[in-house]
């Protein structure tokens, strides 16, 4: 499966792979998981909302749903995403090999935009699919050149007004197990189980001023946005320092954005995550006065655009201690290290860090990152497995887990697959 996966949508210019949802890469991807699905046998089914979801029919009653997502960010890496969807594949596999049948049908799903890379709001597919966000926003959510959510879509065989919750299908998931590469630093065994999913948010910044000319145009007589977006990056930075979370400004767009000319408009997206949301809210806070401050001294106006907020999620206990318990083996010895305020787990803040397992069961341990999970969690009780990051560079081309790893993640899968659709 990696085999036929890794040439698709790789970055020549900058590394990593750039597979943003419904551009060709993603769509070969997108193609690559039906093959592999009537390859199976599996039976597939696309819902309203561009998900795509793999099933074993077999027995009855409420379905097992496992999986990931196949687009990527920005030079990201192979496994964010493509490692839950391969693993799940591999995982049916060996329950097959073994003559083992479900007495619950098994899912695979790839959910559709998960990185917000293309339309800005991360987990658009599943937030769409569990009706936490309005169809009417989603549609006129606009990708870099200007074309929106439902433009695009309805390019490719889905119906932009038909978008939404699906009841239905919800109504038949029993509970979601994502397996996910770890993001962070603080797994120090091959497997772990997340815990909770710190709160997390994007914001846009327009910095407006006045082009003019690099050369001629005296510094008293500039309006230069510039400069309050400089500050702005700098505010976020403290402001994180200060409120134990982090901060991030990753993407901006200066306009006209010419080497001789002072830019009229620049916009900034700021991603800020922290241990609660009064943390988050005032890293936002403390940002926007700064930028307003140093928009007044230099005569720019600053508005802020709030584009997604996720509160904390907390997996389902039960779920979560019984993966633990599934996952097994003797504890990592080194996996017991409360995470720093605000350092591992990226942010993860004064939640609980990884926690030494009791004998037998898995470190648990709580994410900076966002995922399906933590949005299909308002629905249907879910969790996730984290496979072992050796460096914890993730959204990078440098992400990397090892071999080893990543099979003793298909084995997990395989075991909790096996314990939750073997029951009746
Ligand atoms: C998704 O990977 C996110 O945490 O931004
Ligand atoms: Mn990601
Ligand atoms: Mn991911």
Request: charged share 25%; proline share 7%; with cysteine.
């Amino acid at each position: 499966m990696w085999a036929e996966l890794l040439p698709i949508g790789r970055d020549a210019a900058i590394g990593g792979y750039r597979r943003f949802s419904w551009t060709p890469p993603e769509l070969e991807c997108r193609a690559w998981f039906r093959d592999q699905a009537r390859r199976r046998g599996l039976r597939l089914e696309a819902d309203r909302n561009g998900n795509l979801f793999a099933w074993w029919d077999a027995g009855s009653g409420p379905a097992v749903l496992t999986g990931s997502h196949l687009d990527s960010v920005p030079g990201g890496g192979a496994f964010d995403g493509p490692l839950g969807v391969v693993s799940a594949l591999a995982a049916i596999d060996r329950l097959r090999a073994e003559g083992w049948t479900p007495r619950r049908p098994i899912g695979v799903a790839v959910f559709a935009e998960e990185e917000g890379a293309r339309f800005g709001v991360a987990c658009l597919g599943s937030r769409l699919l569990t009706g936490a966000i309005d169809p009417a926003r989603a549609r006129s959510l606009r990708d870099g050149d200007g074309r929106t959510f439902g433009e695009v879509i309805a390019e490719h065989g889905l119906d932009p007004e038909a978008i939404g919750p699906e009841e239905d299908l919800l109504g038949r998931i029993g509970c979601f197990v994502e397996l996910h590469i770890e993001q962070g630093r603080a797994l120090h065994a091959p497997v772990g189980v997340a815990s909770a999913i710190i709160p997390h948010g994007r914001w846009r910044l327009d910095f407006t001023g006045r082009g003019d000319h690099a050369g001629t145009t005296r510094l008293a007589d500039r309006r230069d946005p510039m400069l309050p977006f400089a500050r702005a990056v700098l505010a976020a930075r403290d402001g994180a320092a200060a409120h134990g979370g982090v901060a991030t400004v990753g993407k901006t767009a200066v306009v006209p954005g010419g080497v001789n000319a002072i830019p009229s408009r620049v916009t900034a997206w700021l991603d800020a995550r922290g241990p609660d949301e009064e943390a988050v809210r005032r890293i936002v806070a403390d940002t926007l006065q700064a930028a307003r401050r140093a928009g007044a001294d230099h005569g720019v106006s600053v508005e802020l655009t709030e584009e997604s907020f996720t509160a904390v999620v907390d997996f389902d206990r039960a779920l979560r201690d019984r993966l633990a318990r599934i996952v097994g083996g003797p504890p990592a010895a080194d996996a017991g290290t409360p995470a720093p305020r605000g350092a591992a787990g990226g942010g993860a803040g004064d939640r609980p860090g990884p926690h030494a397992p009791d004998a037998g069961t898995a470190p648990i341990l709580p994410t900076g990152a966002g995922h399906d999970a933590g949005v299909l969690a308002a629905r249907v009780p879910s969790a996730m497995l984290f496979v072992r990051n050796p460096t914890g560079v993730s959204h990078a081309p440098a992400e990397h887990a090892e071999p080893d790893d990543c099979l003793a993640g298909v084995a997990a899968l395989t075991a909790v697959l096996k314990d939750l659709a073997g029951e009746e």
